[in-house]
């Protein structure tokens, strides 16, 4: 499974951002993709996640601000980032799991006026 994950960028305090993350390869098996991020320094944390069938996990600090979704079709997972703060700065990472997790490359995104 290869990921190609898009999207990050700058933007301002209170602004939106959306990432986009495509799957290829053998795909059929992939169960549930996400989001994480990791800030220098610091563990790479779980960010959002969303099952084949549609079930959805958050962290606690991205509730009622971010919004992950899923393509089947497409195997693509989204992440719509709304009110970003400053302290939404760091790499994110697109995740899918089948029998062992695969990871994208990076996309930075940075909050900052």
């Known amino acids: 499974v290869q990921l190609q994950a898009f999207g990050g960028g700058l933007v301002q305090p209170g602004g939106s951002l959306r990432l986009s993350c495509a799957a290829s390869?053998?795909?059929?098996?992939?169960?549930?993709m996400g989001w994480y991020r990791q800030a220098p320094g610091k563990q790479r944390e779980l960010v959002a996640s969303?099952?084949?069938?549609?079930?959805?996990t958050y962290a606690d600090s991205v509730k009622g601000r971010f919004t992950i979704s899923r393509d089947n079709a497409k195997s693509t997972v989204y992440l719509q980032m709304s009110s970003l703060k400053p302290e939404d700065t760091t790499v994110y990472y697109c995740?899918?799991?089948?029998?062992?997790?695969?990871w994208g490359q990076g996309t930075q995104v940075t909050v900052s006026s």
């Open positions: 969303i099952t084949r069938g549609g079930t959805t």
């Open positions: 995740n899918a799991n089948t029998i062992r997790g695969y």
């Open positions: 390869g053998s795909i059929s098996g992939i169960n549930t």
